[in-house]
C-alpha cells in the first residue's frame, strides 16, 4: 500500500507557471506507474499524464501538451507535475495516482492523494 501526498499548488496568473510535487510513503514506490488527473468545478475528473516506473515513458491529454511535463524521482519517492503556459481553463484540483498499468483511465489506478487546488486567474 503507498500514501499519497500532494503539494504545490496555488493561485497563478495565466502564463504563469507551477510545479507540483507527490510525495509517495513506503519502499516501493519505484514500482507503481504514477500519474496526475484533475477535476475542474462541475466537472468529471480527467487524466493529465502518467509515467512509468523508470520514468522514460511519458504520455499526456491533449489539453496539457507541451505545456505540462510529468517526471519523477524514486530516489525521494516524489513525482512532480512542471505546469507552464497556464491558462484559466488548467483551473482544478489535482490528484496524483499510483497504479500498475500504463494507462489513463481512473480505473486502472489503486491509490490516490487528496489533491492540491490550482487556480489561474485570467
Known amino acids: 500500500q503507498v500514501q499519497l501526498v500532494e503539494s504545490g499548488g496555488g493561485l497563478v496568473q495565466a502564463g504563469g507557471s507551477l510545479r507540483l510535487s507527490c510525495l509517495a510513503s513506503?519502499?516501493?514506490?519505484?514500482?507503481?506507474?504514477m500519474g496526475w488527473f484533475r477535476q475542474a468545478p462541475g466537472k468529471e475528473r480527467e487524466f493529465v499524464a502518467v509515467i512509468t516506473r523508470g520514468g522514460a515513458s511519458t504520455y499526456y491529454a491533449d489539453t496539457v501538451k507541451g505545456r505540462f511535463t510529468i517526471s519523477r524521482d524514486n530516489g525521494k519517492n516524489t513525482v512532480y507535475l512542471q505546469m507552464n503556459s497556464l491558462k484559466p481553463e488548467d483551473t482544478a484540483v489535482y490528484s496524483c495516482a499510483a497504479g500498475s498499468n500504463y494507462g489513463s483511465r481512473q480505473e486502472e489506478y489503486a491509490y490516490w492523494g487528496q489533491g492540491t487546488q490550482v487556480t489561474v486567474s485570467s
Open positions: 513506503g519502499r516501493t514506490f519505484s514500482s507503481y506507474i
